[in-house]
């Protein structure tokens, strides 16, 4: 018996320490909490003296809300959210929740035929363009196709007005989108591709020529690179063997 009196007594200095504790850690408690006394139900059940949320009109943050917490005692509420406050404001005389908590629903986005919704407003399907409030096929004329809201011309092809003009290229040429370019080893001259004459020891490139290793451009032929004494050559110059520097046209020792 004595030891049941010592344990009890133990539990309600141990919660007292915690309950004190709590307020001493997290002061906005105290503010948000009221203090209940003890009190006896009309059936006769006593009720511990014991804290409950500060009342303020606002259900949500009550500790019996349902998913709330209690932190005097660490209990989470359960129940069905709708249910809880239904009991709540029907208690309180309100018959639906208060306007702050009526959802207004965004009025419906109309969209035209062959379009989609998006966000706040509409868009029309690839292949169809904007006109006024409708959507209208986008036509194409041959040789094109269609993307997005407009037609573009097939490569090989080019833009002339309303329509798609196939693009004539001269020889030793080629099309590419909607122009033409010389084969390479030629070079555009007016609407012509005209052959790259390169001179001796010289090779093609692209619509140009270009002189060998060895060799340096001097008008309009390739001369060829002389070095001198301990010296060698590398693409159009020449340059000094290692211990040697350049003085003027020759190599000297450092």
């Known amino acids: ?51 409950r949320s500060n009342p303020d009109s ?22 069905n959210p709708e249910t809880y406050l239904k009991s709540y404001y029907g208690a309180s005389g309100t018959a639906s929740l208060p306007p702050a908590y009526v959802v207004t629903p965004l ?12 966000g706040s407003t509409w868009y029309c399907n690839s292949g169809y363009k904007r006109v006024s409030n409708t959507c209208e096929k986008v036509v194409a004329p041959p040789n094109a196709y269609v993307f997005g809201s ?33 084969n390479s080893g030629y070079r555009q001259v007016g609407n012509t591709c005209e052959k790259v004459i390169a001179p001796a020891n010289a090779y093609i490139f692209g619509a140009s020529w270009y002189c060998n290793s ?15 004494a301990n010296a060698y050559v590398f693409g159009s110059s020449w340059y000094c ?8 046209n020759s190599c000297v020792t450092q």
């Open 1 to 51: 018996m004595m030891t049941s009196m010592i344990t009890a007594t133990l539990k309600r200095l141990l919660t007292i320490v915690l309950v004190l504790g709590t307020v001493a850690m997290f002061p906005g408690i105290a503010d948000a909490a009221v203090k209940v006394k003890g009190y006896v139900r009309k059936d006769g059940t006593y009720v511990q003296p014991h804290y």
């Open 58 to 79: 606002n259900p949500y943050n009550n500790w019996s809300y349902p998913g709330n917490s209690n932190p005097y005692t660490g209990k989470t509420a359960t129940g």
């Open 107 to 118: 009025p419906k986005v109309s969209a035209p035929a062959n379009s989609y919704v998006f």
């Open 150 to 182: 407009t037609w573009y011309c097939n490569s090989g092809y080019r833009q002339v007005g309303s329509s798609c003009e196939k693009v004539i290229a001269p020889a030793n040429a080629y099309t590419f989108g909607a122009s033409w370019y010389c």
């Open 214 to 228: 060895g060799y340096k451009q001097v008008g309009n032929s390739c001369t060829k690179v002389i070095a001198p």
């Open 241 to 248: 063997n290692s211990g040697y520097r350049q003085v003027g």
